[in-house]
């Protein structure tokens, strides 16, 4: 809960948190694809499952690349992304610097979207065009004076700031209109202010009307940072689906925005509608207003079967009958919106192509490679011809199929996804199933923080049994407990607090690694149990490409066992082995599984194919371990990631 005073908030920003926010938030749709150094769709490696990064020394001897071979080729592409981040650091660092160079916002955009991401390219682009916002200026002048009276408290991570939204609107729907009018005229509020209300609030579209008339200028620039990066009140209102709200800012004036790269007016409110399960009437006549205007969007495909596209951070995707509802439900072709071009390498480019070639110098003195370029460009056409014969559906597609099928039977959606793939049957228990375990945030919590971190798990217990929570509260306040310490799982049993019996998909909220199962087993958790998805701690264990705990768990005599719809611990292993670089790590893990002499199915076999067509000395090198592993020439590939 936000807590609205009229003091001014000293905030103190974490830099470790920092970065574990902006990691949340980065997607990996670039603006260029060519531009980027990823090898493929279907494999984003991480830094755990990747070879050795970069080595700060430079190689001895020359990196031999064979660029006909898919399993260097995805190794070097890594080895190239380690290089790029390492130049980064060394030689590029600050972009903004390119602004006293004479490079445009634009050509620095464009510059950071292909070199890090679309994130970090609308941070910078969204502050360079809030400079002079109200808030902005406002802001610097508060981190002035925090300086002159603290030296050196911004290099502490200490700011000042004001406070958005303003304490004078905390209760503002419950004020008599005479106080609230007096409110809206002090000059107090701000486009900050009141963006954050549409945003973020409930008061009602009057309320917000009363504030925006309130306003020396609607049409001013947002510039608090905390919120998403829209510049105008009208892509707020987009957003929200405030109809009358918008319909008010631009009988106000306001016109529909359309940066060259942040969101436009449109795509917010194509986003919206997308995201949303209500205000479909209002979203619709926002659109249809927003088209009569002559607003546009970008988009990836726009057809009958299909519009989508994105902008940083968002994206809208509507299929054949989402668009033929919205066209006869609510009077909205999508295909009537006018597609619009954005920053380009090719119309912003200088900056881009001046820093791809001290990129390379770089990458070929660092890894010692004669032609980064052609390296790459070959290794590029050897990845898309093993994409080209392997170009699965996602799971999340093929569920979303079958759930239109069969909406009201999930066991005939179960059986129908069964037959597909058992990722698949998976995904849908995740998504529509086992909701008992779903969690809700509850400022209980704060009430119990202190004895907790002491330890006092006693007096924390006693505390929330006495509270009147609902089973999503609990099991959020049981996950509270948890992370402080796994071993209260023994305490917990004896109380209420558990709504039902702990399953092991929820321990990966907890770190399962070889430490946290050993120290659940010792308190009493059953380690051989199969959870309410039908597996066992052996799958989970496979799933994070845990060879310690896999290998402990079978040493424990947790049996090898697969649910009924085929998803078991080694086809978790052959999928890891079709796409993980550490094949030696992965391996050892399939030799002991096949110890337990599993059945060997037709999903088994189709991940074979995936091994057998990406890394063929691979698949040699399991067939003549485990013959029962080969197939045949007519083995398909799966039909889902």
Not at 24 to 32: G, I, M, W
Not at 271 to 296: F, P, W
Not at 611 to 640: C, G, H, M
Request: proline residues 4%.
């Amino acid at each position: 809960m936000i807590k609205i005073t009229k003091k001014v908030v000293i905030t103190v920003l974490i830099a470790a948190l920092l970065l574990v926010a902006l990691w949340l938030y980065l997607d990996k749709e670039p603006l260029q694809p060519e531009a980027r150094l990823s090898a493929s769709a279907h494999d984003k490696q991480s830094p755990a499952n990747a070879p050795a990064a970069l080595d700060d020394a430079k190689p001895q001897t020359k990196l031999k690349v064979d660029t006909s071979n898919f399993a260097q080729c995805q190794q070097t592409f890594f080895q190239l992304r380690q290089g790029q981040q390492q130049w980064i650091r060394e030689s590029v660092g600050n972009f903004s610097d390119y602004l006293d160079e004479g490079y445009s916002v634009d050509e620095i955009t464009v510059a950071i979207d292909a070199f890090r991401n679309s994130n970090f390219a609308a941070m910078f682009r969204a502050k360079q065009l809030r400079k002079n916002a109200e808030v902005t200026k406002i802001n610097a002048m508060l981190a002035e004076k925090l300086e002159e009276h603290m030296p050196g408290a911004a290099a502490k991570g200490l700011s000042v700031q004001r406070k958005v939204p303003s304490g004078l609107l905390e209760g503002f729907a419950d004020l008599p209109l005479a106080e609230q009018q007096q409110i809206a005229d002090s000059g107090e509020i701000s486009v900050d202010d009141v963006a954050y209300v549409i945003a973020e609030s409930e008061l009602s579209d009057d309320d917000i009307i009363l504030l925006i008339d309130g306003l020396p200028d609607a049409s001013a620039t947002v510039g608090y940072e905390y919120l998403e990066e829209a510049l105008s009140l009208l892509d707020f209102a987009a957003m929200a689906g405030r109809s009358k709200v918008f319909n008010r800012l631009l009988d106000a004036g306001l016109t529909p925005t359309h940066d060259a790269y942040l969101g436009s007016t449109m795509e917010w409110a194509l986003s919206g509608l997308m995201n949303c399960c209500e205000k479909h009437e209002q979203r619709a006549e926002i659109i249809n207003r927003l088209i009569t205007l002559g607003a546009r969007a970008r988009f990836s495909e726009q057809s009958a079967e299909s519009v989508m596209g994105h902008f940083p951070r968002r994206f809208y995707r509507f299929d054949e009958d989402e668009i033929e509802t919205l066209r006869q439900q609510f009077n909205v072709n999508l295909l009537t919106i006018k597609p619009r071009q954005t920053l380009t390498t090719e119309t912003h480019g200088r900056l881009y192509q001046g820093l791809v070639s001290e990129r390379d110098a770089y990458l070929e003195e660092q890894l010692d490679i004669a032609d980064v370029a052609e390296t790459r460009s070959a290794c590029q056409q050897t990845v898309e011809a093993i994409v080209q014969q392997w170009q699965p559906q996602s799971r999340y597609d093929v569920m979303e199929e079958a759930v239109a099928r069969y909406g009201d039977s999930p066991s005939a959606i179960i059986a129908d996804l069964a037959d597909i793939s058992p990722f698949a049957v998976d995904l849908y228990r995740q998504i529509h199933q086992n909701n008992a375990q779903r969690m809700k945030g509850t400022e209980v919590i704060d009430e119990v923080i202190q004895p907790l971190v002491d330890g006092d798990i006693e007096r924390v217990l006693t505390h929330l049994q006495q509270q009147s929570l609902t089973d999503a509260e609990r099991w959020y306040l049981v996950g509270q407990i948890m992370l402080v310490d796994v071993a209260y799982y023994q305490q917990l049993q004896q109380t209420d607090l558990l709504p039902q019996p702990l399953q092991h998909h929820q321990l990966k909220r907890f770190d399962m690694n070889l430490d946290t199962i050993k120290t659940l087993n010792d308190v009493g958790y059953d380690i051989a149990a199969t959870d309410n998805r039908g597996k066992t701690l052996l799958y989970y264990a496979v799933n994070e490409k845990d060879l310690q705990l896999t290998t402990w768990l079978l040493d424990q005599g947790v049996p090898y066992k697969g649910d009924e719809q085929g998803a078991d611990p080694m086809l978790l292993a052959l999928r890891h082995a079709g796409s993980d670089y550490e094949f030696e790590r992965i391996n050892q893990m399939i030799d002991a599984l096949m110890a337990t002499n599993p059945e060997i199915t037709r999903f088994h076999q189709s991940r074979m194919a995936v091994i057998k067509l990406r890394f063929p000395e691979r698949y040699q090198q399991l067939i003549e371990q485990y013959p029962s592993l080969a197939i045949s020439e007519q083995t398909p590939l799966p039909k889902v990631q």
